[in-house]
């Protein structure tokens, strides 16, 4: 009998049972998301700003596939959960979005990353995108285009305020007033928002970033000063994103845009864990077992010779690699392997005949799998191919040895965001809950084989 070591799975049917047994006939992996959670995540956030009524709205950021949690799902779950805004960088997932059915009757959307000689500027305008501009070239082009579609492009002004990325600078920013104003007057352009983003608002503990901050919500300030003197005052103002959502209520303004929130983690460690701000993390990462076999004492495990078995063991073949989106940089290497240098590995939750256990990546990470060295006997342990394991899952707690996308991020040296937006969609997603929190019209927006 295979142990299994992810959640059980509560199935909204019995199509939803043959579903996860097709998922893991076609790959022996599975990133499970649960629905109700971004749902009540964001719910959350819009109460952490007054509620639908405070005049602050919250827009769900879903760019980059939604985190690697699914774009439509996790956009419609915002929606479920109170947001009024859908935030994607990429002009063409703000496209798919109206096009999928979620039309400005619903919610507005931003977008902002593109190039700006081929973003197709007539498709969002006609599709009522608001479009982020912070160049002088944007601006050009953006009002060429919607001189052709006959109708204003509605504009978020993009300010740098300290963070050195998009948007004009305090030197340009007199220059770009002088081209928005009369284009403005003309109609082609309506000047919607203005908005930055702030760069260390998630480091509370590091008393130069927090002064850093201050020093960014001040620029701002004068950014819309600025604006205002022009005859060009924002409607909606935003610079607030997870961090600053959580911890800065006075810069909450008229909308806020919360990421990493959403998908119920904290932006940095430094903050806290996601339970301390009441968000709960929507994905979990399993895997099916490869090969188990019984090794000698000194035997080296994957490429370079980094890990070398201690004592005689049981070895176990997790099929998912760096093609997979598994960061090689979260290898594990021991001491008598890899020159007298301990680097612990990705964390692995296995159901033994004792309970859960945490094994770690046993040497580098391989192209498509990685290994763990069980420590032991395999059958004494009771573990078998076959048997479900989990790589992170919601944090449910010590007595459950289950890992999140926080303890993988440490062992990779990177940030929680990476470990799950590096996922590849050879990866299947499945949804947990859609008919707790969707109605038909949107269950029927779903592809009905994704979900439990």
């Not at 480091?203 to 701002?220: L, N």
């Not at 864990?273 to 035997?299: C, E, F, I, N, W």
Request: charged share 20%.
């Amino acid at each position: 009998m295979s142990l299994n070591a992810a959640p059980e799975i509560s199935f909204s049917s019995e199509q939803g049972k043959a579903n996860y047994e097709a998922a893991k006939r076609r790959y022996p992996a599975q990133a499970i998301v649960d629905l109700a959670a971004l749902r009540d995540n964001m719910r959350h956030l819009v109460d952490v700003v007054g509620g639908t009524h405070s005049g602050t709205a919250v827009m769900g950021v879903v760019k980059a596939d939604a985190y690697g949690h699914g774009l439509l799902p996790t956009a419609l779950a915002a929606l479920a959960g109170g947001a009024t805004w859908l935030g994607t960088a990429q002009a063409h997932e703000a496209l798919t979005l109206r096009k999928l059915g979620i039309g400005p009757d619903r919610c507005r959307m931003l977008t902002w990353m593109y190039n700006g000689a081929q973003v197709p500027f007539d498709e969002l305008i006609a599709n009522d995108i608001d479009v982020s501009v912070g160049s002088l070239a944007g601006l050009d082009r953006l009002s060429c285009a919607a001189r052709q579609v006959g109708k204003p492009a509605r504009v978020h002004v993009k300010v740098d305020s300290g963070f050195g990325r998009n948007g004009f600078t305090e030197e340009n920013f007199d220059e770009a007033l002088a081209r928005l104003a009369p284009l403005a007057h003309e109609g082609a352009l309506d000047i919607v928002g203005q908005w930055s983003h702030l760069a260390v608002a998630d480091a509370p503990d590091v008393p130069e970033f927090v002064e850093s901050t201050e020093r960014q919500i001040e620029r701002f300030n004068d950014f819309t000063r600025r604006m205002e003197a022009a005859g060009l005052a924002p409607r909606i103002r935003h610079l607030a994103n997870t961090a600053a959502t959580l911890s800065r209520p006075e810069i909450h303004f008229e909308l806020v845009r919360p990421g990493i929130g959403l998908y119920g983690y904290e932006p940095d460690p430094a903050m806290g864990t996601p339970a301390k701000y009441a968000l709960r993390p929507a994905m979990s990462l399993q895997a099916q077992l490869g090969t188990v076999k019984d090794v000698a004492a000194g035997h080296g495990i994957s490429y370079g010779r980094t890990y070398l078995t201690d004592e005689r063991t049981s070895t176990a073949i997790v099929p998912l690699g760096y093609a997979d989106g598994i960061h090689r940089s979260a290898s594990g290497f021991d001491m008598a392997g890899a020159k007298h240098t301990d680097k612990p590995g990705g964390p692995v939750r296995v159901m033994t005949a004792d309970g859960p256990r945490l094994f770690r990546v046993s040497g580098r990470v391989c192209m498509d799998q990685f290994i763990l060295d069980l420590r032991g006997s395999a059958a004494e342990l009771g573990v078998h191919e076959g048997d479900t394991v989990e790589l992170f899952g919601p944090g449910r707690g010590e007595a459950f040895a289950e890992p999140t996308a926080d303890d993988w991020a440490r062992a990779a040296d990177t940030i929680s965001y990476e470990i799950f937006t590096c996922l590849r969609s050879r990866i299947p997603r499945l949804y947990l809950h859609a008919s707790d929190v969707f109605g038909p019209a949107d269950l029927a927006r779903l592809n009905p084989a994704t979900l439990l």
